[in-house]
T-cell receptor, first 111, second 115 residues
Framework: GQQVMQIPQYQHVQEGEDFTTYCNSSTTLSNIQWYKQRPGGHPVFLIQLVKSGEVKKQKRLTFQFGEAKKNSSLHITATQTTDVGTYFCAGPDNYGQNFVFGPGTRLSVLP | GAGVSQSPRYKVAKRGQDVALRCDPI?????LFWYQQALGQGPEFLTY????????KSGLPSDRFFAERPEGSVSTLKIQRTQQEDSAVYLC?????????????FGPGTRLTVL
């Protein structure tokens, strides 16, 4: 079945450092979504990418969708303690009826 | 409503008991998803409804798991004869439309602990 992988599993950074998480799917995706889950919270939608090679920015966050639409990345510039949480990518399964989530990258930011 | 709500927020069950978890999606949202999230893992798909129709239940781990959404709004996930491996957070999410191009709004989850 379809698999979505993310690396790294954990990332510890000093406040102000940059952070990147990578997402790879075993199959081509029609779109990819990114979610953030704070400790003890629930996933919250960040963004959706649809087009091949698409790049979107949200303040300090930059999202990319690969040319082959099988990989994606999230880059955070100058991390802040409010960025702490687990970042998940998710893509629709082969039939588009449900979503497959990656295992997530847990970000810790040291003040 | 303001968002997706789930009840109860916490449930402790003895092994072998039946449990029912409720999800109230955002009013008017067509699609509803159930996920299971183990500690330190990503949400794992369980089942998907579009209105009252259950279009995909491929993620339900066994026939002990059953979900329904009879009137196309509130949904219930029932687990019969709970086992310790059922311990997890059960998340519900809704989207305004069908298909895969919609933002999913998650509820706070129900943390199920089976003793």
């Amino acid at each position: 079945g379809q698999q979505v992988m993310q690396i790294p599993q954990y990332q510890h950074v000093q406040e102000g450092e940059d952070f990147t998480t990578y997402c790879n799917s075993s199959t081509t995706l029609s779109n990819i979504q990114w979610y953030k889950q704070r400790p003890g919270g629930h996933p919250v939608f960040l963004i959706q990418l649809v087009k091949s090679g698409e790049v979107k920015k949200q303040k300090r966050l930059t999202f990319q969708f690969g040319e082959a639409k099988k990989n994606s990345s999230l880059h955070i510039t100058a991390t802040q303690t409010t960025d702490v949480g687990t970042y998940f990518c998710a893509g629709p399964d082969n039939y588009g009826q449900n979503f497959v989530f990656g295992p997530g990258t847990r970000l810790s930011v040291l003040p | 409503g303001a968002g997706v709500s789930q009840s109860p927020r916490y449930k402790v069950a003895k092994r072998g008991q039946d449990v029912a978890l409720r999800c109230d999606p955002i009013s008017g949202h067509v699609s509803l998803f159930w996920y299971q999230q183990a500690l330190g893992q990503g949400p794992e798909f369980l089942t998907y409804f579009q209105n009252e129709a259950q279009l995909d239940k491929s993620g339900l781990p066994s026939d002990r798991f059953f979900a329904e959404r009879p009137e196309g709004s509130v949904s219930t996930l029932k687990i019969q004869r709970t086992q310790q491996e059922d311990s997890a957070v059960y998340l519900c999410a809704s989207t305004i439309g069908g298909g895969s191009y919609n933002e999913q709004f998650f509820g706070p989850g129900t943390r199920l602990t089976v003793l």
